[in-house]
């Protein structure tokens, strides 16, 4: 159950980080103005003397007769003592909204809604919320750039006259800091092919960790987990579960990895050409890996799918030595 989005968690969530920001806006805001008091105390008075007008402007209403002339009275000495304090903070270089609340989505002051009509930022904090969800059964932090190393490539061709397997992953690896770096919404699809411990994992996760962290809506799942997550939405359908395959289709970067190795069913084969083909339709970028050889994949998905994805997508083929056993024997050196 827990590997499922739950709609009102994630409303619970977003509630609580808006919670947390108006907070943080109230005692930065205190701690703001105890900086002010100590470095000119009359401040302090001011800002009380402000307050308490209104509350006589209350008592005055209160009294009833001829409040009129006193109200107008405390007016005009009001806008004194803020045009005062405002002279102040311009005396003393304080920006002059240095004594306002500031939050971080001044549309709806962190409150989330504005007239009942959930705000944009709430619609984010609910998507990262989701995509945060859906990507935690992935090591994304351990695979980045930084920890890929060419030196597990050979640089001797495995022809003569051809590249070496080093020269092609250096191309690779530059490629994908590019790809990541300058992602967009519309960026091309990527299709990274090649044996297994090529690599092919690892530079998915530093695409996705670099994309995240560039504020882009980024699903990081294997075929098999994507698979498993649908299925049991499928037969657990209710209100509170969101649709994991709508931020699939949606989302801004979807990354496939090990495609293929999931059990292949009639639904299986569906759901990720159907997944895959939205994609394409709407020309959002998928990032595929597999082992799979071109023939196996449109066996699979269709070469219509495939063609489509291969025609938009940019071919990565992966080579060199099983990588995975290097690392092993190394630790016995
Ligand atoms: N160039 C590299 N530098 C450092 N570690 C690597 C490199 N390529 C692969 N690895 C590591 O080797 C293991 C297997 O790589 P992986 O990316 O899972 O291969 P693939 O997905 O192609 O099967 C992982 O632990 C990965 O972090
Ligand atoms: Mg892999
Ligand atoms: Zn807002």
Redesign the pocket.
């Known amino acids: 159950m827990g590997k499922m989005i739950d709609k009102k968690e994630i409303y619970r969530k977003a509630d609580n980080i808006l919670y947390e920001r108006r907070k943080k806006a109230q005692s930065d805001l205190e701690f703001r103005k105890e900086l002010l008091y100590k470095r000119v105390p009359r401040v302090r008075d001011l800002e009380k003397e402000i307050a308490s007008a209104s509350i006589k402007v209350a008592r005055a209403v209160l009294k009833g007769a001829n409040v009129a002339e006193e109200i107008e009275a405390l007016k005009i000495s009001n806008l004194e003592k803020q045009r005062e304090l405002k002279q102040i903070l311009k005396d003393n270089d304080y920006p002059h909204d240095y004594l306002d609340i500031r939050f971080i989505c001044e549309k709806c002051k962190d409150a989330g809604f504005i007239d009942g009509i959930m705000c944009e930022c709430m619609k984010k904090i609910m998507r990262k919320e989701i995509y945060d969800d859906l990507n935690k059964l992935s090591p994304l932090k351990l ?1 980045t750039f930084q ?4 030196d ?1 490539y050979s640089d001797l061709p495995i022809r003569e006259g051809e590249k070496s397997p080093r020269e092609i992953m250096t191309f690779i690896y530059e490629f994908c800091i590019k790809y990541a770096n300058e992602f967009s919404k519309n960026s091309q699809s990527l299709l990274m092919r ?1 044996k ?7 530079l998915s996760l530093a695409i996705a960790n670099t994309t995240i962290e560039n504020g882009f809506g980024v699903i990081y799942i294997s075929a098999p987990n994507m698979i498993s997550k649908l299925e049991k939405e499928r037969f657990n359908s209710s209100e509170t579960f969101a649709d994991s395959e709508e931020y699939f289709i949606n989302c801004d970067l979807l990354i496939i990895d090990d495609l293929g190795t999931e059990f292949s069913t009639q639904f299986s084969n569906s759901m990720i050409y159907n997944i895959v083909n939205s994609r394409i339709l709407m020309a959002k970028p998928t990032v595929i ?1 597999s082992n799979l050889s071109i023939k196996e994949l449109e066996k699979r998905y269709t070469e219509r799918m495939v063609s489509r994805l291969i025609g938009e997508n940019l071919r990565l083929e ?1 080579v060199g030595e099983d ?2 056993q290097k ?1 092993r024997l190394e630790n016995f050196r």
């Open positions: 695979s920890t890929f190393s060419l597990y090649g297994t411990g090529l690599g092919k994992t690892h890996s992966f990588i995975r690392k």
